[in-house]
């Protein structure tokens, strides 16, 4: 398969590349940054010298589109949607890392990205790539929304006892923490290494953009409206993410019924392990892999379920589950390229 990616040299183009070099069917034609344009790769990034020589180039899409055959997108929301569409008529598949295609409402999308949405039609068109739900789907699609960070740990670790209805879907409160890379690569005040630094803080409560974006698959898999309490707090690492999640059982299952349910679940679904009761996962477990690791606590006393779901937000979260949903797309094993353990510690 002849590659492009669009938006290289931010952290998710850059996982991109680790990964699809290490990829036995992916050749990768165009590494394209418009900001970094006309620079050799290893002039951005020194860590691929002597693995991986490359000319940054812009984006020149009648040029591109002849010689390839998937264009990834690892461009931060709002960029994708312009350049997508003429991707697709000269019928190049594309996998957006971005929310441009992940909301089927325009104006939810315009509303919480603040920003212009695709067209309906595109929108439509555009699969979710949560590919434990929708494999099938992912096969025949030519265009793939990549799951945000956020709710791929939150709807892995929610979906199954929500669509058994064993947990009330008006009682769900997510607390979510992520690693400082999950801000991208670009300078704030916010990431600033003094900012960060033996800091715990909270930000966007109530207005972070994944929260639509988790509604609508809850919805749209359990056929009940679940509005969420969702807390994103940033913590000191980074990478990964942690999704503590809580939510009204109801009536009782003990810890051992919710593990078989989610074993049985996700039976042939390689990148989610399930933890054995009173085994609690770790980010440093699942860093550097596409692996999303889940445990349970039932609590009778209070009638409530814990749920913790952790990953890696560059990997699971971003560019391993890209390439998972290239893999299913072109007819392959899931594993293809991504077959690595993670990195510990």
């Not at 990953?311 to 299913?328: M, R, W």
Request: hydrophobic share 35%.
């Amino acid at each position: 398969m002849n590659i492009a990616i669009v938006g290289a040299t931010g952290y998710s183009g850059i996982e991109l590349l680790r990964l699809l070099l290490n990829h036995p069917e992916a050749n990768l034609t165009y590494l394209i940054s418009n900001s970094q344009s006309n620079k050799q790769l290893s002039e951005v990034y020194p860590h691929f010298s002597g693995v991986k020589e490359s000319m940054l180039k812009t984006l020149d899409i009648p040029k591109v589109a002849k010689e390839v055959d998937v264009v990834f997108f690892a461009t931060p929301s709002g960029v994708s949607k312009n350049f997508v569409p003429e991707f697709l008529e000269y019928g190049v598949k594309c996998i957006d890392l971005s929310g441009d295609f992940r909301l089927k409402d325009p104006l939810l999308y315009e509303k919480w990205y603040k920003n212009s949405s695709a067209s309906e039609k595109n929108l439509e068109k555009a699969v979710y790539g949560l590919s434990e739900i929708y494999e099938n789907d992912v096969k025949e699609a030519s265009l793939i929304a990549n799951p945000g960070c956020y709710p791929t740990a939150t709807l892995l670790g929610l979906l199954p006892a929500l669509k058994e209805k064993w947990i009330k879907s008006d009682s769900i409160i997510i607390d979510g923490k992520s690693g400082v890379s999950g801000a991208g690569r670009s300078v704030s005040i916010g990431t600033h290494f003094a900012e960060t630094n033996e800091n715990l803080k909270a930000y966007k409560l109530g207005s972070h953009q994944h929260i639509p974006e988790i509604e609508q698959i809850l919805h749209t898999e359990s056929g009940i409206q679940s509005n969420v309490t969702f807390s994103t707090h940033l913590v000191p690492m980074t990478r990964g993410i942690m999704c503590t999640m809580y939510a009204d059982l109801q009536e009782h299952k003990s810890t051992g019924e919710i593990i078989d349910l989610y074993k049985q679940f996700y039976e042939g679904k390689p990148f989610v392990r399930i933890r054995p009761e009173d085994h609690w996962p770790t980010t440093k477990e699942v860093s550097a892999s596409n692996y999303c690791d889940i445990g349970f606590m039932s609590d009778a006393r209070t009638g409530r379920l814990t749920i913790v779901s952790v990953i890696d937000n560059v990997v699971k979260g971003a560019a391993g589950q890209a390439v998972q949903n290239l893999n299913i797309m072109m007819g392959l094993d899931a594993k293809t390229g991504l077959n690595l353990s993670p990195v510990y510690p």
